[in-house]
Nanobody, 119 residues
Framework: QVQLVESGGGLVQAGGSLRLSCAAS????????MGWYRQAPGKQRELVAT???????NYADSVKGRFTISRDNAKNTVYLQMNSLKPEDTAVYYC?????????????WGQGTQVTVSS
């Protein structure tokens, strides 16, 4: 069984910072890309940032220059440093991993962590 557990969400004022973490555990044999997505009330889930096993990153235009994704392969953990937060960043943030687990390659999701940015 594979689990992704996010942490680090919370309430912050506009202009503030938060750091999200996502730790993967279980029978994991290999990782491909990991990433963060978010879903605001009434909106579809959208990509925030991804990072490949080799460290190549991709960001949504709305967060470029403000968010930084990183990973620690030894700890099976991906991070999202969020700076200069805006009220429009308010959403539930989900961790995603493309990994080789007990049933082969698959797409796994965390349970989500709430980020609320007040104006």
């Amino acid at each position: 069984q594979v689990q992704l557990v996010e942490s680090g969400g919370g309430l912050v004022q506009a202009g503030g910072s938060l750091r999200l973490s996502c730790a993967a555990s279980g029978s994991i044999f290999s990782f491909n890309a990991m990433g963060w997505y978010r879903q605001a009330p009434g909106k579809q889930r959208e990509l925030v940032a991804t990072i490949t096993s080799g460290g190549n990153t991709n960001y949504a235009d709305s967060v470029k220059g403000r968010f930084t994704i990183s990973r620690d392969n030894a700890k099976n953990t991906v991070y999202l440093q969020m700076n200069s937060l805006k009220p429009e960043d308010t959403a539930v943030y989900y961790c995603n991993a493309d990994l080789y687990g007990p049933v082969g390659w698959g797409d796994y999701w965390g349970q989500g962590t709430q980020v609320t940015v007040s104006s």
